[in-house]
């Protein structure tokens, strides 16, 4: 199966894996979750107050103190994300991992997050 579209060289199609059998996202199992929202509508309020920092031509420390919380934020939501991949994505059974590869799924987990801290 070829991984490019014919009409646009430039699309990349995913693989099956990432559609549902009704075509629906698959990121739904996080929409539910305060531990993903929350942060997101952080770094979302972070970028806003740099944005206003800049255009009210204020102090440059405080904007650049900012942003590192959102830098620090944006880590945070990453690990959730990929977390929450693993687990529904890639591990057989996430709540009793007792095989080989998805002990090791969640040891590349906890290794990611520690890395992103």
């Known amino acids: 199966m070829s991984t490019r579209n014919k009409q646009n060289p430039s ?3 995913y693989p099956s894996i990432l559609l549902d059998e009704d075509k629906t996202r698959l990121m739904s199992h996080i929409f539910e979750d305060k ?5 997101i509508r952080r770094i979302k309020g972070h970028l806003e107050a740099v944005e206003r920092s ?29 977390e929450g991949h693993v687990k529904e994505h890639v591990m057989q059974k996430p709540h009793n991992p007792n095989n ?3 002990k090791a799924a969640l040891d590349l987990v906890r290794l990611l997050k520690t890395y992103w801290k």
């Open 11 to 13: 699309y990349i199609l």
């Open 35 to 39: 531990k993903v929202i929350a942060p």
């Open 54 to 82: 800049i255009l009210e031509e204020k102090d440059c420390f405080s904007a650049l103190q900012t942003l590192s919380a959102c830098r620090g934020a944006m880590n945070g939501l990453m690990g959730e994300l990929i």
């Open 100 to 102: 080989a590869k998805d």
